[in-house]
């Protein structure tokens, strides 16, 4: 699996690509969407959200203009796509808000992208529809703002929820220690060595 990677707009939220094809979370910078495609010459036919809010979302619109690509979300997050309000965006965004419809909703279970099989697993905590995307065969996993390298994502927005985002993230460490976590912010780590300073094991 070839993945890429560019940190988006200004609170730096992780846009990533696989095998050139898929894209997960384009976030809100269309003109750093534009050459992140042009720079890895991607044709991206399927854009993954992990959960609604602004910065994992803003650029959903102009990807699916430029390349045709389908937008997946989890049913529960599918209303941000909507709404501006939904979504939190600030005053300070980059990119216009353009509502659109989901093209299909990600639901627990396993879904093939660029020819991979990956398990989707819902992790409600920091929204009530945030998902995980876990390819086993690689040993990668893309978290959004579930679980950090150094932390985990807020859950005093609306939806969130203190007791569901710990126990989606016990879900989490339950997984392999090898497991690659690949989150939607900040730089990547292992997962055993986020159990470790936790002090879990």
Not at 32 to 58: M, N, R
Not at 123 to 146: I, S
Not at 164 to 172: K, N, P, R, T
Request: glycine content about 14%.
């Amino acid at each position: 699996m070839e993945i890429s990677v560019r940190a988006l707009g200004p609170i730096g939220a992780n846009c990533y690509m696989i095998d050139k094809s898929v894209m997960i979370d384009p976030g809100d910078d269309t003109a750093g969407l534009d050459e992140f495609i042009k720079s890895e010459h991607a044709d991206i036919g399927t854009v993954v959200l992990t959960h609604g809010h602004f910065d994992h979302i803003l650029g959903c619109a102009h990807v699916k203009k430029r390349c045709g690509a389908k937008i997946l979300i989890s049913r529960a997050d599918a209303p941000a796509l909507a709404d501006a309000g939904i979504a939190l965006v600030p005053e300070y965004a980059l990119s216009r808000f353009e509502p659109l419809e989901a093209d299909g909703f990600l639901e627990a279970g396993k879904i093939s992208l660029a020819g991979h099989e990956f398990e989707i697993i819902p992790t409600p905590g920091h929204t009530k529809g945030g998902v995980c995307l876990l390819c086993r065969e690689d040993g990668v996993m893309f978290t959004g703002d579930t679980l950090f390298a150094d932390g985990f994502g807020r859950t005093d927005f609306p939806g969130g929820s203190v007791r569901e985002l710990a126990d989606s993230i016990m879900h989490l460490f339950a997984l392999p220690n090898g497991t690659y976590i690949c989150p939607g912010h900040g730089q990547g780590a292992y997962l055993g060595d986020i159990k470790a300073r936790w002090g879990k094991r």
